[in-house]
């Protein structure tokens, strides 16, 4: 047994992408919702989690994302719990989180969850108003939103995210407010505010417009309730409630992705696995890893590239094959420098794949 202080942390990602709708605006991988497919999928998870057993790693953030991990049964979240647990080691107090829907939301699936040691939940309310509901076609309604809410502070899920989409055509100031307003008089600990994208409109300019409007009143309205912005678009009430497993991301640390389409990052290589469920089932079954694709970006560019999503910024040695890149974005003040880092300005936060194409 390796002692704990030389075992390497990691943070495993792994995909469920099964959905009883499929919402025009998604760009997940999904595919619909059979109770018979997501138990094959379940079994081929266990596979791929044991052909990827290895004593050296700790577990230290685990996350379930999707498509709908909340349609998984309890039966099927405690298998993989319990397939992870026999194959890897686990830190104490690993965040675990699960994506949840607020229509399948019920005490005693939250319950069973809490217990299986699930601390996270991250729901996808979207938004509280019945007219954005409306206008994403989404299954649920406000007061399943509502209920999704308390019912999981009820289980004991200290520990909630919620996910909101903003700048759809007809949201305005108002809904905005009522929505964060919501999560501020639940005390949520974490919210996501996400802008709609890949939606043609007609007005492209007027569309640019109002997601300029919007997400800065967002940010600034969810300042003032006290959640302080972190990444472009993950807001958090005090640093202990960041979201510790994607900050592994920004910041450039290693996770394994599991599952069809999940990506990972472990000793300096990216790669993903096939988002082809046929190949993922043929793969697991003769005994391979679905890894399709590997990483093209150098470590420096993909630390930059990671790390400028973060209001802090990465350190300012990260840009060293970059001086003249960094001294163009500096003096036209996108890009600042404090204390031995560089960030994006705040207020150019919505430049960023411009400010990125600098580096790529
Ligand atoms: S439920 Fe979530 S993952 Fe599934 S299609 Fe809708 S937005 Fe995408």
Known sequence: ??????????????????????????????????????????????????????????????????????????????????????????????EITLEMNPEDVNGEKLKTLHEQGINRLSLGIQSFATADLTYLKRAHSREQSLTAVEEAQNAGFTSLNLDFIISLPDQDKKILEQNFLAARKYKIPHISAYILEGIKEKNEGKKEQRDHDLYFFSRDLLASFGYRQYEVSNFARGKKSRSKHNLKYWQNKEYMGLGTGASGYEAGVDYKNTTSIKNYFAGIAAGRLPHVETGKLACDTRRIVMGLRLLEGIAASSFKNYPRELEMLLSGGLLLERSGRIAVHPDKILLLNEILGYFI
């Open 1 to 94: 047994m390796l002692k704990y202080t030389t075992m390497k942390k990691i943070g495993v990602y792994i995909h469920i992408p099964f959905c009883k709708r499929k919402c025009f605006y998604c760009h997940f991988l999904k595919y619909a919702y059979e109770p018979e497919l997501v138990e094959k999928y379940v079994n081929a998870l266990i596979k791929e989690i044991r052909l990827r057993a290895d004593s050296r790693y700790i577990v230290d953030t685990l996350y379930f994302g999707g498509g709908s991990p909340g349609l998984l049964s309890g039966k099927q979240t405690a298998a993989i719990m319990a397939a992870l647990r026999e194959n890897f080691g686990f830190a104490p107090g690993c």
